[in-house]
């Protein structure tokens, strides 16, 4: 078996998560988070887009963690989001984590907006 040392550069990955944190690069952060190549900051949830219109440019698809269960983006924040040309992917939360730290450690422009589960 080969194994290859993973380089997240400025990106920092998702060490874990329980009811109501999330905890990413040693540091638990409670309630809604944003994540991505220029660090993790609390975030106010679907209400809230600056931060994530922001993102256009610097990363290609955005994964957004929406809790314990999938639902659905409002439709006006996923046009938003496109016409930026920022790619979406929507799933639950522990989905969202586990995927955004294997595209990460391809070396993929992707940031992760989470939810709490």
């Known amino acids: 078996m080969r194994l290859n040392e ?23 952060h409670e309630g809604a988070v944003l994540t991505g190549p220029d660090g993790t900051t609390a975030w106010s949830g679907l ?4 931060p994530l219109l922001s993102l256009s440019g ?3 698809v955005l994964l957004v963690g929406m809790g314990a269960e999938i639902s659905h983006l409002p439709p006006a924040l996923r046009a938003s989001l496109e016409g930026a040309g ?3 992917e929507v799933m639950n939360s522990p ?7 294997v595209l990460l450690a391809e070396g993929r422009r992707i940031a992760l907006a989470l939810l709490p589960v």
């Open 47 to 50: 209400d809230e887009t600056a």
């Open 95 to 101: 989905a969202a984590c586990r995927t955004y730290n």
């Open 58 to 60: 610097t990363i290609d």
């Open 86 to 88: 920022i790619g979406v």
């Open 6 to 28: 993973i380089t997240y550069n400025n990106a920092i990955p998702v060490d874990g998560y329980g009811p109501g944190f999330f905890r990413i690069g040693g540091k638990v």
